[in-house]
């Protein structure tokens, strides 16, 4: 089991910048490719960025490209979201989630991620 708790949601005006940080705990979780979605209400879940275990490979929606940044530290077992030039179409939960299972390459769909956080909310006001 992989458990994965986020933190670092909240309130920003519109232009401004949130981090987002990401736990991961449990077996090999470290070895596994861990990915951003996010989910605006009456909207379906959707990829923003993922990043392989070594971090020398990222992926993102188009959506964010030149905005948001995903990092990781797996001496901390964490992997980080910084979001930049926020806007208010921004606003949704962010989840966190592992893909325990894929050996070559960056999924973006959300079937094939099989851990997941309870979420944190961000906010971009206008």
């Known amino acids: 089991q992989v458990q994965l708790v986020e933190s670092g949601g909240g309130l920003v005006q519109a232009g401004g910048s949130l981090r987002l940080s990401c736990a991961a705990s449990?077996?090999?979780?470290?070895?596994?490719?861990l990915g951003w979605f996010r989910q605006a209400p009456v909207k379906e879940r959707e990829f923003v960025a993922a990043?392989?275990?070594?971090?020398?490979?990222?992926r993102y929606a188009d959506s964010v490209k030149g905005r948001f940044t995903i990092s990781r530290d797996n001496a901390k077992n964490t992997v980080y979201l910084q979001m930049n030039s926020l806007k208010p179409e921004d606003t949704a939960v962010y989840y966190c989630?592992?893909?325990?299972?894929?050996?070559?390459?960056?999924?973006?769909?959300?079937?094939?991620?099989?851990?997941w956080g309870q979420g944190t909310q961000v906010t971009v006001s206008s």
């Open positions: 989630a592992a893909d325990s299972e894929r050996l070559i390459g960056i999924s973006t769909n959300i079937l094939d991620y099989d851990y």
């Open positions: 449990g077996r090999t979780s470290s070895r596994y490719t």
């Open positions: 990043i392989i275990w070594s971090g020398s490979r990222t």
